[in-house]
Each structure stands twice: as structure tokens, then as C-alpha cells.
């Protein structure tokens, strides 16, 4: 049995891996902002510790991973998974939702790097799971702010491998396709090989049995978005925008 520390558990992926992992027997302590929803999961996911609090605030971070710690023991796995998506048209740029969109997606992620490393690195052990994207491989239309955030995680988790691999820590990158979340119902284009957050936390879960650095699905989705990358610009730029309509 291990202790997991999820954020952004209130819904999504973050809701459906704490369910899941609970029913695997593990013990979940997870930081959300919504009180209700987090009490609503602890209800039916028995080993489940909900603790309120925003990953943009970096005193309530450690605050929340010192009552993890406090409640479950030594956290084995951090799963830095709560963020956000709003489509942005760039005709008009929305500063404060480009700052949110870094201040979530990123710099969450990293307030909770600061606030679990310490002690994984004084035991010599643990793992770092960090939540990105496909959106962070390329720029895709509509995703002016919140691709780049993906994309910095992706560089963020790489660097972290070389780093803290070394001192015992695994690190891995998780970029999945389309998963029906609250934020993906935004969306008003068709939304390819859409995934259940039951099926994507599933994917989440057999890949920390492993010691890959990048997960990414659902499996023929990700592998066609990664031919795709590889393309000269000219033939992406037409591509992308003959299937989602940004031409």
C-alpha cells in the first residue's frame, strides 16, 4: 500500500485516479478547491483525505503536503495533476487568463515540486508524475495560453529526469489526448478518439508500473499527433487546420 498526493481532485482525471487508486487499497490524500466535491469523494473513496487548498498559493501547498504527510505518512507518488483550460481566440489577447492559465498549470506544479521534494530526496526515494498534454508537443488552434503550459511541463519534468533520477526519484510525463473533463465540454469542434476519465486514470495508473518517462494516449491518437509534429510547418499548419477548422 502507498501514499499518493494528488492535486486537483475536486474533478477529472484527479477525481477518477483518487477513486481508483483508493479501490486499489492505496491511501489518497488530495488538495482541491472545491470543500464540497472533496468531501463528496472522501464519502465513497474510503482512504481518501481530502484537503482543501489552491496550488497557486504556495503556503497553502505546503501547508496541504505537511497534513498529507501528517494524516498518511511519507508521500510515495505526487501527482501534480490540477489545472485548467479556457480556448483563447487570439485576435484579442486576454492577459489575465494567460497568467492564470501560467499560474495554475505551471507554477502550481512547481509549488508542489518545493513543498514534497525535500523529503523524497532525504529518503532517497520516490515518484514525480506530472500532468501535461499533447497540446504541449505543437501548438494547436485555440490553445494560445494553455499549450505553452504544457509545454513547459513537458521541459520542466525532462529536466527534473536528469536531475533527481539519480537521487532515487522517478519522474514521468503524462500527455493525454481528449478526455471528457469539465474543461473539454467547452470545446466546439469533435474532439478525436475522446477518452472517460475512468479510462484515462487507468492509463495513468499502468503507467507508473513502469519506469517510461512519457505516457501518452489513448495509444493511436498520440502516435499520429507525434508523425504530425514531425511534419514541416507548412504541411502542419494545413493539416491541423483542415481537421479542427482553424484555416
Known amino acids: 500500500m502507498s501514499h499518493y498526493f494528488i492535486t486537483g481532485t475536486s474533478s477529472g482525471i484527479g477525481a477518477a485516479l483518487a477513486g ?35 496550488v497557486t498559493d504556495e503556503q497553502a501547498t505546503n501547508r496541504a503536503v505537511s497534513e498529507a504527510i501528517k494524516q498518511n505518512g511519507a508521500i510515495d507518488t505526487i501527482i501534480l495533476n ?6 483563447q481566440d487570439s485576435s484579442s489577447i486576454d492577459t489575465p487568463a494567460y497568467r492564470q492559465h501560467m499560474e495554475v498549470n505551471y507554477m502550481g506544479v512547481v509549488h508542489g515540486l518545493a513543498a514534497a521534494l525535500p523529503a523524497m530526496v532525504e529518503r532517497g526515494r520516490g515518484r514525480v508524475v506530472i500532468i501535461a498534454s499533447v497540446a504541449g508537443w505543437r501548438g494547436l488552434p485555440r490553445a494560445a495560453a494553455y499549450g505553452p503550459t504544457k509545454a513547459a511541463l513537458i521541459s520542466l519534468a525532462t529536466s527534473l529526469r536528469f536531475d533527481l533520477e539519480p537521487k532515487g526519484i522517478t519522474v514521468q510525463v503524462i500527455s493525454p489526448g481528449f478526455v471528457d473533463t469539465e474543461a473539454t465540454a ?12 475512468d479510462a484515462a ?20 491518437f498520440a502516435l499520429t499527433m507525434r508523425l504530425i509534429s514531425l511534419l514541416p510547418w507548412s504541411l502542419y499548419f494545413r493539416l491541423v487546420g483542415m481537421r479542427t477548422g482553424a484555416k
Open 82 to 87: 490540477a489545472g485548467i483550460y479556457t480556448p
Open 20 to 54: 481508483a487508486l483508493c479501490r486499489d487499497g492505496h491511501k489518497v490524500s488530495g488538495m482541491a478547491r472545491r470543500h464540497d466535491r472533496q468531501q463528496a469523494l472522501a464519502s465513497t473513496a474510503p482512504g481518501f483525505t481530502a484537503i482543501t487548498g489552491d
Open 186 to 197: 467547452v470545446n466546439d469542434f469533435t474532439m478525436p478518439q475522446l477518452m472517460t476519465i
Open 201 to 220: 486514470a487507468a492509463e495513468i495508473i499502468a503507467g507508473m508500473q513502469t519506469s517510461r518517462f512519457e505516457i501518452s494516449f489513448p495509444r493511436r
